[in-house]
């Protein structure tokens, strides 16, 4: 089976399998510098261009798997592979809902990152 999302590429790769429903595309609208509200209130503006935004959710992480995330992220750009194409893309500030650390080894359900394209 195919991967359905790769973040980054050689060491810092990581290809776990987002959360069943666990990826939410949208295209970002990028304005123009002279869009905005007029006195009256009317937008004005142009779009430029629209970027692939994906809203990535993971199921369970164990903290290996957390920090191979964190690692795959840290850079400034980075490629991602997403339904057989490339994507130089940037990630937003990571969530790590912290499930449960009962056999003293945490476990991190719902962790989640917004990677847009550059």
């Known amino acids: 089976m195919a991967v359905t999302l790769k973040i980054n590429t050689g060491s810092k790769a990581f290809d776990l399998e987002p959360a069943l429903n666990g990826i ?11 869009t905005g509200r007029t006195s ?3 937008m004005t503006g142009d779009i430029v261009t629209t970027k692939l935004k994906l ?4 199921p369970v992480l164990t903290i290996e798997q957390k920090n191979l995330l964190n690692k795959a992220i ?23 809902p912290l499930y449960s650390m009962a ?7 719902g962790v989640a990152v917004d990677l847009i394209e550059q």
Not at 55 to 58: M, R
Not at 74 to 96: C, H, I, L, R
């Open 55 to 58: 809203k990535i959710k993971y």
């Open 24 to 34: 939410e595309e949208s295209q970002e609208k990028i304005w123009s510098k002279n």
């Open 103 to 109: 056999t003293g080894l945490p476990r991190y359900v």
């Open 40 to 42: 009256s209130g009317k």
């Open 74 to 96: 840290s850079d400034a750009f980075f490629t991602v592979e997403y339904q057989g194409s490339k994507y130089k893309m940037y990630a937003n500030s990571p969530t790590y």
